[in-house]
């Protein structure tokens, strides 16, 4: 796996990015992907998580982006998405994606592997 992210920028307050995560190592389809952002001054959080399409396709939503939020994959692109709208300046932070066998009930804390370099999303009032 060598995952790149990228679609991020600056954009208002309410406004709209898609974010992609790119596999150049064309195995993507057979992970699950993680998604996670990092502020300035904060740790880590995990933002979404999407199993791979041949385990069952299931995502998940940390509780602050559900319904704005939204994970997706095209495995003949090696791409996973996320594509995030109503965007608040509190979703500023790197986003970045992993890599993980499966996301399961304990996504947030399972290991991931192969992350990206980020990308800066900042989002103003």
């Known amino acids: 796996l060598q995952l790149a992210e990228s679609g991020g920028g600056l954009v208002q307050s309410g406004g709209s990015l898609n974010l992609s995560c790119v596999d150049s190592?064309?195995?993507?389809?057979?992970?699950?992907v993680g998604w996670f952002r990092q502020a300035p001054g904060k740790e880590r959080e995990a933002v979404s998580c999407?199993?791979?399409?041949?385990?069952?396709?299931?995502?998940y939503y940390t509780e602050s982006v559900k319904g704005r939020f939204t994970i997706s994959r095209d495995n003949a692109k090696n791409t996973a998405f996320l594509q995030m709208n109503s965007l608040k300046p509190e979703d500023t932070a790197v986003y970045s994606c992993?890599?993980?066998?499966?996301?399961?009930?304990?996504?947030?804390?399972?290991?991931?592997?192969?992350w990206g370099q980020g990308t800066q999303v900042t989002v103003s009032s």
């Open positions: 190592g064309h195995t993507l389809r057979y992970y699950a």
């Open positions: 999407i199993n791979n399409s041949d385990y069952d396709g299931q995502t």
């Open positions: 992993a890599a993980a066998p499966y996301c399961g009930g304990n996504w947030k804390s399972r290991e991931y592997r192969d």
